[in-house]
């Protein structure tokens, strides 16, 4: 609890969108692994001697990838969920490859945001629409600042908006 309560307060201390994708993939690789159990049958026999193993340090289910799927093949999360989760991956795996960290300002970024289900419904389009009056504003200097500033804020209400869709689909 208090290494996701220091991580959460991490993102707000991000100074790129690289960074930022570390703190925020390790949220979610943290939510899924504590909410992984509830998925499984709640027999204590078999949280200890089926469970437990799997989910060790160096047991198949550490990473967000293979988890995301199990979860998702018992029917425990959305298509939609799950394939935020996996573009959080992605996006993390491409700013890792870049020789140098990936801006809040980077084209990329703007994908990453547009492309996620949990920000394409329409109560929450509107972090979308603010981000594009801005990314298209005629006030360059101005504007970048205030451009990459709301992308930070959309970051992180969007991972805090899918941490809370994770546990509200697995604990339903």
Same mark, same amino acid.
């Given at each position: 609890?208090?290494?996701?309560?220091?991580?959460?307060?991490?993102?707000?201390?991000?100074?790129?969108?690289?960074?930022?994708?570390?703190?925020?993939?390790?949220?979610?690789?943290?939510?899924?692994?504590?909410?992984?159990?509830? +998925?499984?049958?709640?027999?204590?026999?078999?949280?200890?001697?089926? +469970?437990?193993?799997?989910?060790?340090?160096?047991?198949?289910?550490?990473?967000?990838?293979?988890?995301?799927?199990?979860?998702?093949?018992?029917?425990?999360?959305?298509?939609?969920?799950?394939?935020?989760?996996?573009?959080?991956?992605?996006?993390?795996?491409?700013?890792?490859?870049?020789?140098?960290?990936?801006?809040?300002?980077?084209?990329?970024?703007?994908?990453?945001?547009?492309?996620?289900?949990?920000?394409?419904?329409?109560?929450?389009?509107?972090?979308?629409?603010?981000?594009?009056?801005?990314?298209?504003?005629?006030?360059?200097?101005?504007?970048?600042?205030?451009?990459?500033?709301?992308?930070?804020? +959309?970051?992180?209400?969007?991972?805090?908006?899918?941490?809370?869709?994770?546990?509200?689909?697995?604990?339903?």
């Amino acid at each position: 609890m208090i290494q996701k309560i220091e991580l959460l307060e991490g993102l707000e201390g991000c100074e790129n969108a690289t960074d930022f994708l570390l703190v925020s993939n390790k949220l979610i690789n943290l939510k899924l692994k504590a909410l992984l159990p509830n +998925v499984f049958v709640q027999d204590k026999l078999v949280m200890e001697y089926a +469970v437990g193993p799997l989910l060790k340090e160096d047991g198949p289910l550490v990473t967000t990838d293979v988890m995301s799927k199990l979860i998702l093949a018992m029917g425990k999360i959305s298509l939609g969920t799950y394939a935020d989760i996996g573009l959080y991956h992605q996006v993390l795996e491409y700013a890792e490859s870049q020789s140098d960290k990936v801006s809040f300002g980077h084209d990329m970024v703007y994908d990453f945001i547009t492309n996620q289900a949990i920000l394409s419904t329409q109560q929450d389009s509107f972090y979308i629409e603010s981000i594009n009056q801005l990314k298209f504003s005629s006030f360059e200097i101005f504007s970048q600042m205030r451009y990459e500033s709301l992308i930070k804020t +959309v970051l992180k209400l969007s991972c805090e908006m899918l941490l809370e869709k994770i546990e509200e689909e697995i604990t339903k």
